[in-house]
């Protein structure tokens, strides 16, 4: 098979990410006027708690097992063990953890501020062990340097959430807020399956050709290795989801302390949380394209003691990310109050000048976010995730103490 270079898989996975982003923005715009920034409130508790979940049952791990298909790869070695045993693992912490959160769905309701978002959570269960299969089955074909299943399951997510997602939330919305944001939270689960199953299928149709010239690898020392890797990954890879967590128990709480009401102090949140930091976000998808791509280009050069190889392509990234990221920032804060009136027409005046304000400030974060993802990844895939663990825990301490 025909592989291609790290800026030919960033560039790929860029274009693929860029659709889906275009996708994701275009869905909050119509979802919003479905469900109001209340609404969106409600939706993006919900998700945050979803983030948490995945990010302690995937975490880095998929980056764990780029990196070492890529080094089974270099040193011609059978590469689908990595993944089988990754899915094992995966899969069944992924079961184990929807299962709590149905369980204990009320309590986190309550500390979060908003009761009303119980049953949000059943809905979004099932996601939680699609995708973790889902992302262990990406991280196996971008160790592979094939970036194309990633790029087209992402791809697969946003339509079909756009589809589903906001058909029932626009369908089920008229019995009520919580009955729409059901729906929305039921277009995610339905497309991550969706998504899932390509990826499943595009394995069985392609994934014998990797094991062509490799020698079997022992099932013991890859689960040795996954679990050394995995560990560190999932603790590095836990802070900043764990971060939004609490910016909404915080934001909810600390509004409604201060005597506004819990539909106004979640209609608030929904601004920051669904609004404005999709916005921010999008920039930001092009770093992690390029971050992405160079895991397994640095990996191989890391195996290899490639150092000239290391600091040619990590300089490449940073550079990249640093000129894209810039740009975007600046025409985020120029434009703000453009960009918000024409993503999100149906939000009134007062919701309008709180996310046009928002977004002025947050623009700032944006090459500082891009730059975080480029060297995250080159870390990780140096084997380095410990400082990655100290510099997260450090600044989402600080953010939660200010």
């Known amino acids: 098979m025909k592989r291609r270079t790290m800026a030919g898989n960033a560039a790929l996975l860029s274009v693929f990410s860029i659709i889906a982003k275009v996708i994701s923005a275009l869905y909050r715009v119509p979802l919003t006027s479905v469900l109001g920034a209340e609404g969106m409130g409600m939706y993006q508790l919900v998700f945050s708690i979803y983030a948490l979940i995945l990010a302690l049952t995937t ?4 980056v764990a097992v780029s990196r070492l298909t890529s080094e089974n790869n270099a040193l011609k070695k059978d590469s689908r063990v990595v993944l089988k045993n990754a899915l094992l693992s995966v899969v069944g912490t992924s079961v184990v953890l929807a299962a709590f959160l149905c369980v204990l769905s009320g309590f986190v309701a309550r500390i979060q501020g908003n009761e009303g978002v119980k049953s949000g959570y059943y809905v979004i269960a099932p996601a939680i062990v699609f995708v973790g299969a889902l992302s262990m089955f990406r991280g196996w074909f971008q160790g592979n340097n094939d970036v194309i299943p990633t790029a087209v399951s992402g791809l697969f997510e946003q339509v079909f959430k756009l589809a589903f997602g906001l058909t029932l939330a626009k369908i089920l919305s008229k019995y009520g807020v919580i009955y729409g944001v059901i729906g929305a939270l039921s277009g995610v689960m ?12 595009t394995y069985f149709s392609r994934g014998k050709i990797y094991k062509i010239n490799a020698v079997e690898s022992c099932d013991k020392d890859v689960r040795n290795a996954i679990l050394k890797t995995s ?10 989801p764990f971060s939004q967590f609490i910016d909404g128990i915080l934001i909810v709480n600390i509004l409604k302390a201060s005597g506004e009401s819990i539909s106004l102090a979640t209609a608030k949140y929904g601004l920051y949380s669904g609004t ?10 092009l770093s992690v394209a390029l971050s ?6 640095i990996a191989s050069a890391t195996a290899k ?4 190889e290391i600091r040619k392509k990590g300089a490449t990234a940073v550079k990249l990310a640093l000129v894209i990221s810039t740009f975007a920032a600046v025409m985020m804060f120029a434009f703000s109050d453009k960009i918000i009136a024409v993503l999100y027409p149906r939000l009134n005046r007062a919701e309008t000048q709180t996310a046009v304000r928002l977004l002025r400030i947050i623009s700032f974060t944006v090459p500082m976010g891009a730059l975080r993802e480029i060297y995250a990844s080159m870390i990780m895939a140096i084997d380095k995730t410990g400082k990655i663990i100290v510099n997260n825990s450090f600044s989402v301490a600080l953010k939660i103490a200010v």
Do not use: C, H, T, W
Not at 231 to 240: H, M, T
């Open 59 to 62: 975490g880095g791990i998929p």
């Open 190 to 201: 339905i497309s991550e399956f969706i998504a899932l199953i390509y990826i499943v299928i």
């Open 231 to 240: 560990v560190v990954f999932a603790i590095a890879g836990f802070i900043i």
């Open 276 to 285: 404005v930091m999709s916005v921010v976000n999008m920039p930001v998808v």
């Open 292 to 297: 992405v791509a160079i895991v397994p280009v």
């Open 305 to 308: 003691r490639d150092i000239d």
